[in-house]
């Protein structure tokens, strides 16, 4: 199995930036794609960005594209989420998760492990 982590949310203010992280032990992660969900309070998992096992491919929901970049450093086994100008909306928990092939997938079905997930708080 692969367990991942997430790291780096917190509460802020719209217009402000956030990193998140996330750590995956266990194997590696460096041949597959992996991706980031979010989830705000009774509302449905949303899909926001993948990137491809080598990070040569992403592609990001319509939500968040020109604000948030994926990127991943796989001799750190890590993957992370920097977003800019962020807005209430933007508010939930975000996840990472690990695909079980290489390149970029947006179904939440097609990831196999999961973390426990961040929370993210924008105030207005």
């Known amino acids: 199995q692969v367990q991942l982590v997430e790291s780096g949310g917190g509460l802020v203010q719209a217009g402000d930036s956030l990193r998140l992280s996330c750590a995956a032990s266990g194997r590696t992660v460096s041949n597959v794609a992996m991706g980031w969900f979010r989830q705000a309070p009774g509302k449905e998992r949303e899909f926001v960005a993948t990137?491809?096992?080598?990070?040569?491919?992403?592609y990001y929901g319509n939500s968040v594209k020109g604000r948030f970049t994926i990127s991943r450093d796989n001799d750190k086994n890590t993957v992370y989420l920097q977003m800019n100008s962020l807005k209430p909306e933007d508010t939930g928990v975000y996840y990472c998760a690990s695909a079980a092939s290489k390149y970029i997938v947006v179904t939440w079905s097609l990831y196999e492990f999961w973390g426990q997930g961040t929370q993210v708080t924008v105030s207005s």
């Open positions: 990137i491809s096992w080598n990070g040569d491919r992403t």
